[in-house]
């Protein structure tokens, strides 16, 4: 069974920077493909980033481009989401989402992944 704990959620203003973590427990020999969703309040579920256990190709939604990166920490399975340039439209639930192999066209689908954190709210005021 694998478990994601997600932090450094908070409030900031707009214009301002979080850094999200996610680390995954399960199985130490094998490197997950892990990303980054968000649900907004009243919204579906959106997209964020990924990156790919394997390679470490990543992926962004479009509202997003630019201003997050995602990274991961050498060959652990903890990741990071450096948020940059924060809007009052990036106030979510963010969720860490994690499985063990996701191909590269799916990393957008939040279908593709079986292991999901409890969320960790960022706020960010106006």
């Known amino acids: 069974q694998v478990q994601l704990v997600e932090s450094g959620g908070g409030l900031v203003q707009t214009g301002g920077s979080l850094r999200l973590s996610c680390t995954a427990s399960?199985?130490?020999?094998?490197?997950?493909?892990m990303g980054w969703f968000r649900q907004a309040l009243g919204k579906e579920r959106e997209f964020v980033a990924a990156i790919r256990g394997r390679g470490g190709s990543t992926a962004y939604g479009d509202s997003v481009k630019g201003r997050f990166t995602i990274s991961r920490d050498g060959v652990k399975n903890t990741i990071f989401l450096q948020m940059n340039n924060l809007k009052p439209e990036d106030t979510a639930v963010y969720y860490c989402a994690a499985d063990t192999y996701v191909i590269l066209s799916a990393l957008s689908d939040e279908r593709s992944y079986d292991y999901w954190g409890q969320g960790t709210q960022v706020s960010v005021s106006s």
């Open positions: 399960g199985r130490t020999d094998t490197r997950y493909t």
